[in-house]
């Protein structure tokens, strides 16, 4: 995101010699004021998000922000016929640009020297992203079950920048075309907004990520500002009897005489309850709603409320000018650019989430960071540099870094870098056999596999076997959910992904006479949410599927399978309705262990890749969720408890690798995938036994 002043912040001086066209908006210190509230909610939602819950909603006041100034300066050239492209577009290269390619040559240097050539690949895509201004299109495509962790992107938070450049990029050419051919611009701006706000609200249930990344559905928050700053200009006296009645009803709510209440009554009414909808926000919009949808209406409307009350209301005058809150408003890009990249490679370095201390720190480096960027790259480059050149030579080098991240990406990371590390994760990832086999099955062929529901679009042209009462199952010969009368037993396999990481040992290991089948999609835990089939949702199809086939051929086993999020009714509400469509015994996976970091890179970083046991790098609520889950659980003849942590885990730590080194017998291929040979390793000492017994 551009947390952008104005081009004509008042307390610079403009050059002499400016040959300049286009109109500026005069300084607002409380503007600046409302960017530090923004910005010290995002760095405090990054750093901090157990304290500031909300503070995600500081991209949406930026937005705001930025759309009522970029829209100030364009109407106003327009309506004095000076309105410039070639100038309007190298004003914004050269307040983005210098402190953006600082950024990103910094994120590229240092992970020069600590990303393994996976992570450096993904960085290389990310930088020729944020140079293109497209990384939230790029981050939109990323999102999956495998896809790793947010913390470990360091440009992770430039998709909000691609937004406001897409912004720069369209809504400019949009007015001046509506301006040449004399459509009213206050029209334009609303029809797009209610557009783009109509598909917001559309696809919030549908597609939040989607939504979350889309410019279509993001830029009614700016064209919020857009609005405003329309109304600012043309339009004061427009609502003169709107005001009017609102000065009448606020002198008899507050005075004894109406004739008391006044304009500046209104502005201050305007400020506080926008302050009061940007606190409310804060609180009340956290990562399990579903955002922006009408959640966003909170903190940009609140934006707005306080621009529009002007630098007269009491909360603009009082609170947002400050001197300290102006001061991080004039920080406040780079600061936003600074501090996310400090905290995500604090967290790859680390091998795991920052300490308190760690993450304070940072906030620290990322505050003086973000001053020095101002002083000493920013103000130079904006208001002492003389010349068209410095906007030539900025997208020069926005060309060669976006290149040269290009680059790193398409020669997989470059990994001469770090030779003996990127041997070790190449081998392990590539190329033991076992281990392309069970990549093979779990990242390629079990998505799309009849046996998983990955793919919507096979649901919606009907496909897929299983999608419909009407055509229950067909071709069913070689399916894996299909009962096979010559073999005397079947255990079914029902969960996520982490079923799918079982099932080669459980075929390796169950008797002759048993058969193995499968319903397992990757991200989707077993639920019973599910009666009718579904179109819509992966999961719910999933499910749907499975309590029906289960239901169809009663396996005389169903093992219970899901990564995280179990509990014990959840957990204990499966098995008794699976016992009552006729499964004999029902075993319920408890949690395998998980890792702070992918274990190969949790070893490689630990400069020590022999410890067979480790407890450093474990994270310690699942081990609470396992004992939870073994003490609360009952277990008699139909029900068992499947103790895996118990399997891989003594006081000493647990199993990292099998046989003599890593290399050759790792235990888990990310933070907590079951290998292959883990998976023959649990299989037989566990669950063969569960299954089979009392045979």
């Known amino acids: 995101m551009t947390l952008t002043q104005t081009e004509n912040d008042n307390h610079h001086p403009r050059p002499a010699n400016s040959e300049l066209h286009l109109t500026h908006p005069k300084y607002r210190a409380d503007i600046d004021g409302l960017r530090a509230v923004a910005v010290l909610a995002v760095v405090g939602f990054h750093a ?72 450096y690949k993904q960085l290389g895509k990310h930088i020729a992203a944020g140079a293109g201004f497209v990384s939230n299109f790029v981050l939109w495509n990323e999102i999956g079950y495998f896809d790793i962790t947010a913390d470990t992107k360091p440009l992770l938070h430039l998709w909000s920048l691609g937004i406001e450049e897409q912004f720069y990029i369209v809504w400019p050419l949009l007015l001046w075309a509506a301006w040449k051919t004399r ?34 559905t993001r830029f009614w928050e700016l064209l919020a500002g857009s609005t405003l700053a329309w109304i600012t200009l043309y339009k004061q006296t427009t609502f003169f009897k709107v005001k009017h009645r609102l000065y009448q009803w606020i002198g008899v709510v507050v005075y004894a005489q109406a004739s008391e209440a006044n304009g500046k009554m209104l502005r201050n009414v305007q400020s ?18 579903s955002f922006p949808g009408w959640w966003a209406v909170l903190p940009t409307l609140g934006a707005v409320l306080i621009i529009s009350a002007g630098t007269h209301a009491w909360a603009n005058r009082t609170l947002l000018s400050n001197r300290a809150l102006v001061w991080f408003g004039l920080i406040s890009y780079p600061l936003y650019l600074w501090h996310w990249p400090l905290l995500s490679f604090a967290r790859i370095v680390g091998n795991q989430s920052p300490s308190l201390e760690i993450r304070i720190v940072t906030v620290g480096i990322s505050i003086l960071l973000a001053w020095l960027t101002y002083r000493l790259i920013e103000k130079p480059v904006r208001f002492r540099l003389q010349g ?73 042209a009907g496909k897929l076997v299983g999608v419909t009462d009407s055509k229950p199952r067909e071709a069913l010969a070689s ?39 499968q319903i397992a999609t990757s991200g989707c835990s077993p639920k019973l949410n599910s009666n009718t089939p579904s179109t819509t949702s992966q999961c719910k199809q999933s499910n749907y599927f499975a309590i029906k086939t289960i239901s169809d051929i009663k396996p005389d086993v169903v093992v219970v399978v899901q990564g995280e999020g179990q509990s014990t009714k959840s957990f204990q509400d499966i098995a008794n309705h699976l016992k009552t469509l006729g499964v004999k015994r029902v075993i319920l996976l408890g949690p395998v262990p998980h890792w702070k970091s992918d274990l190969p890179k949790l070893l490689l970083r630990s400069h020590n890749y022999m410890p067979r046991r480790i407890v450093d790098g474990l994270r310690t609520d699942i081990l609470e969720l396992n004992s939870i889950l073994a003490r609360e659980l009952k277990s008699d003849s139909s029900q068992k408890f499947a103790n895996v942590i118990d399997t891989f885990c003594n006081t000493d730590g647990c199993l990292t690798y099998f046989g003599d080194d890593a290399k050759s017998g790792i235990t888990t291929w990310d933070y907590g995938h079951l290998t292959p040979l883990a998976s023959d390793f649990l299989s037989k000492r566990l669950l063969v036994n569960l299954i089979v017994d009392n045979e």
């Open 48 to 119: 901090f998000p157990n304290w500031v819950k909300g503070g995600l909603v500081g991209v949406d006041i930026f937005f705001v922000i930025s759309g009522f100034l970029i829209s100030t300066i364009i109407f106003d050239s327009l309506e004095r016929n000076s309105f410039s492209f070639l100038e309007f577009y190298s004003r914004r290269i050269r307040r983005i640009f210098p402190a953006l390619l600082l950024v990103l040559i910094a994120s590229f240097s240092f992970g020069w020297f600590w990303l393994f050539a996976d992570e």
């Open 479 to 517: 399916s894996c959910f299909e009962r096979n009368l010559t073999y005397d037993k079947a255990v079914l396999l029902w969960g996520d992904s982490n079923a799918q990481a079982l099932s080669s040992g459980l075929q390796k290991n169950l008797p002759s006479n048993w058969q193995l089948l």
């Open 272 to 289: 506080v309850f926008g302050v009061l909808l940007i606190g409310i926000s804060f609180l009340v919009v956290t990562k399990g709603k």
């Open 388 to 460: 068209k050149s410095r906007t030539v030579i900025l997208a020069s080098l926005m060309v060669m870094i976006g290149c040269i991240g290009y680059i790193s990406y398409d020669r997989g990371g470059l990994p001469f870098r770090m030779k003996s590390e990127s041997e070790f994760l190449y081998y392990f990832e590539n190329e033991r056999p076992e281990m392309r086999y069970f990549q093979k099955i779990n990242m390629f062929t079990l998505w799309k596999h009849e046996c998983a529901f990955f793919d919507l679009d096979k649901y919606r």
């Open 183 to 216: 459509v009213n611009l206050l029209t334009i701006t609303l029809l797009v907004a209610i557009v783009s706000f109509a598909l917001n609200i559309n696809g919030i249930g549908k597609d939040a990520v989607a939504t979350f990344y889309s410019p279509q």
